[in-house]
């Protein structure tokens, strides 16, 4: 069983920066890609953010590019998401997940993923 646990979360301004972290158990964290959700009050959880199993390919939702970086430490079994320049609109729980398949590529369908963490809030006061 895989367990994923986020961090990081919290109240920042706009303009602001957090680095969100996702600690995931087990020793097959480097073989999966992991990728970044978020889920807004009344919306849907979207695709945020995606990294490759090296760590060699990353991939953003268009709302975040230039402003997100995820990135991996599979030393750690760790993968994090940089947010700077955030904005109200970026206040949202979000979610750490992990790849179904080993040595897969990088996705932003949520059903691409099958273990999840539990969350953390993110909230950008304007």
């Known amino acids: 069983q895989v367990q994923l646990v986020e961090s990081g979360g919290g109240l920042v301004q706009a303009g602001g920066s957090l680095r969100l972290s996702c600690a995931a158990s087990?020793?097959?964290?480097?073989?999966?890609?992991m990728g970044w959700f978020r889920q807004a009050p009344g919306k849907e959880r979207e695709f945020v953010a995606a990294?490759?199993?090296?760590?060699?390919?990353?991939y953003y939702a268009d709302s975040v590019k230039g402003r997100f970086t995820i990135s991996r430490d599979n030393a750690k079994n760790t993968v994090y998401l940089q947010m700077n320049s955030l904005k109200p609109e970026d206040t949202a729980v979000y979610y750490c997940?992990?790849?179904?398949?080993?040595?897969?590529?990088?996705?932003?369908?949520?059903?691409?993923?099958?273990?999840w963490g539990q969350g953390t809030q993110v909230t950008v006061s304007s």
């Open positions: 990294i490759s199993w090296s760590g060699g390919s990353t």
């Open positions: 997940a992990r790849a179904s398949l080993k040595y897969g590529g990088i996705w932003r369908r949520s059903n691409e993923y099958d273990y």
């Open positions: 087990g020793r097959t964290f480097s073989s999966y890609a």
